[in-house]
């Protein structure tokens, strides 16, 4: 029986990772392919590599024991990588990302290792060993990688009305599946029910919160996709450390309803900052789905363990979690940001970002030259011309 | 075990919600956002406030007990009301469908108490309780909301290529895990097991029956993409009430094969007729695949009743469950429908109907600017007179 | 419990057959509702002829007992087809196709009897019994039905933007739920298990080779949409005869690294030729991902079997297997290619080849006929002309 659970749980958590964060970005008008191919490069290479980081420490004979718990762990691993990719996502070419695949899975393990086995922290969701980790790591690098040719946008870093619509393809399978998510790896019975249950409130007032929240900050009443798209899952982030502790409903909704106002807020007003006082580039806003969703989230938890919501879980001790997962973080992106900055890895140049056709075969060309050359002036025009042409 | 299996079966009905209702509704071309969004957080409102209704008379020391099984008879409830928001995509406001949410889901609740709980009736896949229910009520709105101004139609209430493709990841979700949808509350076992495979071979021989229909219907028997989205699945609704009964695959077919005709020929002669003399405009053709189909499969419980196909069960009680949905859902339709006329929420005027971008942020218009202007004549006039031009 | 285990694995493999064939195949850019709509009818069809055919010689009482381990070798039995499908893909009439399912699975049924059940050949993953037959019978096919006119290519034979992207839909699912399909009907416990893990290794493996060797043979080390959404899927197809035995993480990646290998190099290099010299025009490039993988994966079975790696399998019989695999597909696909050569089922004109517009009602034309006339050349001379036009 518990076999069968792990192994849909396993399933659940593989659609987040492949579909989830794949088509979640892509959300831009020209870089649908490198989202879901290189998120789907990257996850192959990082399964493996997280596999073999995290198990050669306990060889049987030479030879590592695979489970299917251990491939849930490979997944988890990967999506450190996955969320980084979303600071970077349109700015890095794909051996920069693998290096970064290489390292970030490294100090990943490093730091989960020390957090939840030596300082026995209690993470079950992962929101700061896998989500604030993945968000200051690649915020971390964003920074070193900084482009001041950027500062003004770029033509290609806009979304079109279809390229929305598979990105919330994306956004749609990670809400549901997230409170597999955060309950794979709890102990089974209880825990792992009551973590279910906590996550799917989250997520549920978090998704009503969100779009309060953008219809609140947005011109007239209207929502923004780009809020929908993110700032409906941070109740799944942020809720991770505390799902299998006992909140109940009450304290899972209040989370996840600061999660989706201050996700959405954050896109509004500090992603517009961070670019511009900070020259960090969050092309996905990651610091608004997992960076401080993550904070809030591992928050949550030490003052969860302070009112004795779990047994054997110490505030002091997730405060240190917290804190290790914040530093490993920012260090170790702002190391690996330095090794990818080394001229040789590909970086494409300025006016190529967010283009897939720099990395990939692109056959149709022919309706981006249409809209270039008719921008609303030029088209009014020649439409009067038309009318003009058509009459005489 | 049991725990198992109820665990994967509200995921699949979980997936049945979000992806196959959102992505289902995103056929018109300029409405995407719309339907997938506005389904999610209709959805994501829905189900805590139906958890909220279906329990607060069982509480235990002033608190609800949430299981996976009230978690998907939460997410069941808000299945009407998706029904309904078909009826009246894109005419209504999000304000007006957060009140239709909460108005219909609270008949459902009384409605299905009654049935289910106090007249016995046996509904397994709800093929009244949810599908006729659900279908009704949305078109009573619609017909409280009657807009003679689109009369002759919305030049956005047409499909695009690609929109109609998304659509189809709607169908083919919903068409594959309907079996999971109509044995989710089936007694554990034989019942259960039953209840799948009549669904599969509803829906199998549906699918064959709609692909028929369209051709023969069609001129120079093409298919319509319309049908195929939506009459595929009327075997499901339609085998919903019998689904754990003993009515052998032949049985099963049957509803299928007849579902699939009289949904395909609905949409067809029907909908333009209840459009033009009932002034009832419904969008999406939830008469044709809700609706219809709903009543015959509360007419097949009823004979499968009569003919002693499950024990206990009695055609008359059958009968009235049947009656019950109907009344219920046409009176409470009205009811909200006239609530929700009331001038103040937003209702969208003629003009901006099926059009995100009265309550969407939408960046990109050039490529709809230059399809305007461009139509079919002034298209080849401008394509001779560039002829011309580079010839001369 | 191991009756919600099959239940699982069915709908994983469910999902594999409606959403990851049929959207694998929409990257054509005209070709979408076929790919999809088309998938749907011959899988809704296949499925139910397969489970009378398969089970008509067991019958209790003159009754077929129907499970859902029967339901997923019916889902088996319509993969065969579907591969075939993408062989003649844009080429073909539904009426056409509905005869080669007819076909097809009968003669699939006939060869999966003499080799699993007879000869006692160990194929759990089907690498030899439906994808190297699937592939040979749509191939031979192909070869039947070869046209001259369009030796040069097609016009709409092209993808778009978002028609790859509906592709990678199909490409992922595919990918995240192929150890189901490897595992399916593998013997419960530790086999099954070692079906998952052998082929979650080998689609790893398989995935980094294909997008190497794309980078590889492409120009400027691009990588090309058509390798991925197919080469990383040879891993899969290939390690499916080996899947259950003890090969060990090493042998499942170097039996995937081979394998996207050989199957991104096909579709560089073979189809190509196969269409110029042979006269076997591939649409979907059926050979790369499904041929030679398939004899690939055959080939492992009898090296593996000859070295003791599963207990009762002979290198001798699992040879005769593929032979048999081969055979049956090529001889079967030759007349089945001959009856649906036969002028009478619609089969479509060459220039009509590729495009819905012949059998589904597609609405929407303008944007293409914008695309017509709006090639590169005239559109910049449109443009020199518009800006003239304003200057003066």
Chains 1, 2, 3 share one sequence.
């Not at 899975?105 to 969701?125: A, K, Q, R, Y």
Request: hydrophobic letters at 50%; glycine letters at 10%.
């Amino acid at each position: 029986t518990s076999d069968n659970k792990v192994n849909d749980l396993f399933q659940d958590v593989h659609v987040m990772i492949f579909i989830g964060f794949g088509f979640l970005m892509t959300f831009l008008k020209r870089y649908g392919f490198s989202s879901v191919g290189i998120n789907l490069l990257l996850a192959a290479f990082g399964l493996q590599w997280g596999l073999l980081l995290q198990n050669i420490w306990h060889m049987h004979d030479g030879k590592i024991r695979v489970s299917i718990e251990k491939m849930i762990n490979a997944d988890f691993s990967t999506a450190t990588v996955l969320i980084s990719f979303g600071a970077v996502l349109g700015k890095t070419s794909p051996v920069q990302l693998l290096i970064m695949t290489l390292l970030e899975i490294t100090i990943f393990c490093i730091n989960e290792h020390l957090v939840v086995e030596v300082l026995n922290v209690s993470d079950v969701g992962a929101s700061m060993t896998i989500h604030a980790f993945g968000a200051y790591f690649g915020l971390a690098v964003a920074g070193v990688l900084y482009r001041p040719g950027l500062r003004n946008g770029h033509e290609n870093e806009v979304s079109v009305y279809h390229s929305d619509l598979f990105a919330m393809i994306g956004t749609v399978y990670l809400w549901m599946f997230w409170p597999s998510f955060n309950s794979a790896i709890a102990e089974p019975g209880d825990p792992q029910l009551r973590a279910v249950i906590n996550t799917y409130f989250s997520l549920a007032a978090c998704a009503l919160a969100a779009y309060a929240t953008s219809s609140l900050v947005e011109k007239k009443g209207k929502l923004d996709m780009v809020h929908i798209q993110n700032a409906t899952l941070a109740g799944g982030v942020a809720v991770g450390t505390c799902a299998d502790m006992d909140i109940q409903p009450f304290g899972a909704m209040a989370i996840g309803i600061t999660a989706g106002v201050i996700s959405t807020v954050g896109f509004k007003f500090l992603t517009p900052i961070l670019a511009s006082k900070l020259g960090i580039q969050d092309t996905c806003g990651v610091h608004n789905l997992h960076g401080m969703p993550g904070i809030l989230g591992g928050l949550a938890g030490i003052l969860a363990a302070a009112l004795g919501k779990k047994a054997g879980v110490s505030p002091g001790y997730q405060a240190c979690g917290l804190a290790s997962s914040l530093g490993f973080a920012l260090v170790g992106g702002l190391i690996t940001g330095l090794i990818m900055k080394i001229p040789f890895w590909g970086q494409p140049p300025d006016q190529n970002c967010f283009d897939d056709s720099i990395f990939w075969e692109v056959r149709q060309k022919k309706i981006d030259m249409l809209m270039l050359f008719c921008n609303a002036r030029t088209c009014s025009q020649l439409f009067l011309m038309l009318r003009k042409m058509s009459c005489s």
